[in-house]
DNA sequence: CCGGCATATATCGATCCGACATACCCGGCC
DNA sequence: GGCCGGGTATGTCGGATCGATATATGCCGG
């Protein structure tokens, strides 16, 4: 699942910015399973204008700055259906938490409860928003999906909340602090 | 969360090969939030070793390829302790099935149906192989994890097998034959 | 006996991320 | 008044990473 069919993807459901795309992937409902940067997004958005799968028009603002608004195109379109057809990638999970926690019993307790504690509240904002997102004015494939983001989310938060103590209390006792620098 | 430390974390428990590593990756308890690929552990082991924080040897099989044994180094436990205390990285969790289950009602129904059983058995081979990981023989850091990943991917698979005839519902109902090629 | 599979290492092009550069306006603050 | 931080907006660039491929060997089944 690449960066062109993503971007595909949110055109499909109307016109937007490379901005906007971006803030969709940090902010949106969708934010769950969905990334991209900046580094990635503008320049596939302009593979794409020059593959004719979309087109583009500058939109002056005042107060802000001059913004470039995608449109998916009528071959666009195509081409997106196209590529949701083809064979489906790998659902890829990575959690630099997770590794850290694996070896919680090398490190102060500090540490331990700090990370876990931004993790927590991380999660939890993270939460509200895809709870937040009100189920009118969303198609039921929509609704769907962000309800299996809803369940998924929901247990990591509460496992979290439930055992994070426990794992505190396997780190270690004595920051040594002969050991900092 | 760079490779270098995926490879640094799973020497601390015991000498592996490139290979091995992989394996881990891909078939391990950890599968679930940890990846990497040939093309990225391969060069990240080269260069530990040649920072001093991996140490390797070559053992000759017979009936296989000669392979190439890493080990951590005092230096590469000091590293990777040091590395696990820097702040961490975003979780990220990038799944197309997603994806293509929001726009379920473009796509024909034997085609929604075929990637959402595909998908149910994907994840259900990988939920057996870390439910079957007992908890003997492991630490209680390394439990905790498990049970974090036990719990998500729990109620992925139960949310998928209650609600997937759902989805295939809103898939188109023909299939439209004049428009395939 | 030949093709497929598992083991094992390694490279390479394409993709993608993360940090930075640039630019403008707004609001707060000393 | 000046200055800094933050939001909006587009884009580049180096490095990290992926996915496919190359190479080699030996085993097993048809």
Redesign the pocket.
Known sequence: ??????CLSILHEGDA???????LCVDGECSYFI?????????????LESEGLVS?R??Q??????????SITPAGRDAFVQELSEPL??E?F?SPFLLFARFAHLLPRDLVEARANEFLRERSERNKIVTAAKATSMNACDAWVINYGRAMMGVAEEYLRAHMHELIALARAEPNKDAAE
């Open positions: 699942m690449n960066v062109r069919t993503l910015t490379g901005y906007e795309i971006r803030r990334e991209a940067s900046f580094g990635s997004i503008y320049p596939a958005l302009a593979r583009s500058t939109e603002q005042d107060g802000k700055p001059t913004k470039k608004v995608y990638g790998e890829t990575r």
